[in-house]
């Protein structure tokens, strides 16, 4: 999709070859969408697989006092002693769970498990999130800056170290009306510019079809 400096693209360029485009990631139009009248489960969600990774980060907003909840398959992960066992809904849940999910939060917490791997790269999360118009604290990855404009950047508090997650996390409170304001505003043009929809084309028109 024209963004060049994206390492991948760089690196197939490299190997000789050629015509090679970044086609990220994408919602669901038809299910990632604002919801109304979902009552309020936490000020920040976590919707995800475990990793160690994502396990220090969600105890470490604990630990600080942030309001949370965890959804996902991770009780046999967890040790018998973990804070986190109060304040996990176990198990798979479906896309439309998920957005009831996001729906009832004040931020989503998104972490990349290649965060201390790569400062590229973006999960579906990214772009599920913002149409359904929810703020999300999302680690910090090259592509937002190229993918996205400022007003769809303006519900994301993108943080680089684990300190900065708190700091934004604990400010949740204060702002979180203003950012879901924001996360809703921006929601109509994730939907019509990040679906798979605009994907396919995308791909049909670059080869030509």
Not at 46 to 58: K, T
Not at 107 to 131: K, Q
Not at 136 to 143: A, F, G, M, N, P
Not at 165 to 173: E, F, I
Request: proline letters at 6%; glycine letters at 8%; hydrophobic letters at 45%.
């Amino acid at each position: 999709m024209g963004l060049q400096l994206l390492e991948p693209v760089d690196a197939y360029a490299a190997a000789g070859l050629r015509h090679v485009r970044f086609l990220p990631s994408a919602c669901d139009a038809a299910v990632h969408r604002p919801l109304d009248g979902v009552a309020r489960e936490s000020a920040v969600s976590f919707a995800g697989d475990w990793s160690p990774l994502r396990e220090r980060l969600v105890e470490r907003l604990a630990g600080e006092g942030v309001d949370l909840r965890v959804y996902g398959p991770w009780r046999r992960k967890l040790g018998p002693d973990s804070p986190l066992r109060a304040k996990l809904e176990h198990g798979f849940f479906s896309p439309e769970r998920m957005v009831q999910i996001f729906a009832g939060c004040d931020a989503t917490l998104n972490v990349h498990t290649w965060r201390e791997r790569f400062d590229f790269g973006l999960n579906p999360r990214v772009f599920e999130a913002g149409a359904c118009g929810t703020p999300q604290l999302v680690d910090h990855k090259r592509e937002l800056d190229e993918l996205f404009t400022p007003t769809q950047r303006a519900a994301m508090l993108i943080y680089r170290s684990d300190d900065e997650l708190v700091s934004l996390a604990r400010s949740l409170p204060a702002r979180a009306a203003e950012l879901r304001a924001a996360a809703l505003a921006a929601a109509p043009s994730f939907q019509r510019e990040h679906s798979y929809g605009a994907r396919v084309a995308e791909l049909l028109r670059v080869v030509g079809i």
